[in-house]
């Protein structure tokens, strides 16, 4: 599934070559889009704002409406000039949108929907700004009061929350709670709140860290990118934890653990001396 900060720069893309601009065609293999768009023509109206909230793709048009897209594990925009070779089957585009320069295409994208100002604002699942990890609207104490719902959770488990706090992933979980010195199981409720704002400020930090401006004012299509929170200049070694069971910590050589976790499986790797259980307890690798 792609993290936040994959949707993030999508979005950059996306409102470099669709914001301010008029819309001419719209095209879409989905009912409820293309009827709305019979009802309400997108074409003639133009793109206001593209923003990220969490995995949500929203892309706001002046006649009020937003279509608000969501990956999963398949999907993909890219940005074409008109006449450029598409990089994936025709019959994979969901979504097309054009306008005098570019036609932005959403691939094989699952989840679509127009949704006008009142249904977004209602819309439980696609996070508020002030919750997402990129947005300038963030806002650490409004994630701090979520995440103390939570008090009998694992953190690392919170951290995945995306309606305590959106556009962490899972890669990013475990390098946070490494980079606080934060136990990945310790629950939420033995933590002080100073160790939370940490947690948060680092999941802010590290998940910019990786969208920082790198394209200029030029338009890229998102297409993967090597995921740093060291600052090691190998890509290969970009991490600190994540995906490295087994080897030494590249704090203090203790062998890096990796455990399933939480109720959805997912995979969490630590170092047991960097990150020790507030109680001393050990958890097992
Ligand atoms: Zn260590």
């Not at 969490?54 to 940005?79: D, V």
């Amino acid at each position: 599934m792609p993290e936040g900060d994959t949707i993030f720069r999508t979005a950059r893309a996306l409102s470099r070559a669709l914001t301010g601009k008029p819309i001419i065609g719209f095209r879409s293999t989905y009912p409820l889009l293309t009827r709305f768009n019979d009802d309400t023509p997108l074409a003639g109206q133009t793109v206001e704002q593209v923003e990220s909230r969490g995995k949500w793709l929203l892309i706001h048009f002046s006649g009020g409406g937003t279509l608000a897209t969501h990956m999963l594990m398949s999907g993909s925009w890219h940005i074409y000039r008109s006449g450029e070779r598409w990089q994936q089957p025709r019959g994979n585009m969901r979504i097309l949108l054009e306008n005098s320069d570019y036609i932005a295409v959403g691939f094989r994208v699952p989840v679509a929907k127009m949704l006008r100002s009142q249904e977004l604002a209602r819309a439980a699942r696609i996070p508020p700004p002030e919750i997402d990890v990129l947005s300038e609207s963030f806002s650490a104490a409004e994630v701090l009061l979520r995440m103390m719902t939570c008090a009998n959770e694992e953190v690392a488990d919170v951290l995945l929350h995306q309606e305590v706090m959106a556009g962490v992933g899972n890669v990013f979980k475990s390098e946070v709670c490494f980079v606080t010195g934060v136990n990945p199981f310790c629950k939420v409720n033995s933590l002080e709140n100073e160790k939370l704002m940490a947690l948060i400020a680092a999941a802010q930090r590290l998940v910019a860290a990786t969208v920082i401006e790198d394209s200029g004012d030029t338009i890229v299509t998102y297409r993967g990118r090597k995921r740093r929170t060291t600052h090691e200049a190998d890509p290969g070694a970009s991490l600190w934890v994540y995906g490295r069971a087994g080897e030494p910590c590249r704090r203090c050589g203790e062998g890096i653990r990796r455990r399933i976790q939480g109720p959805d499986a997912r995979v969490t790797f630590w170092c047991a001396l960097c990150q020790p259980m507030a109680d001393g307890t050990e958890v097992e690798g």
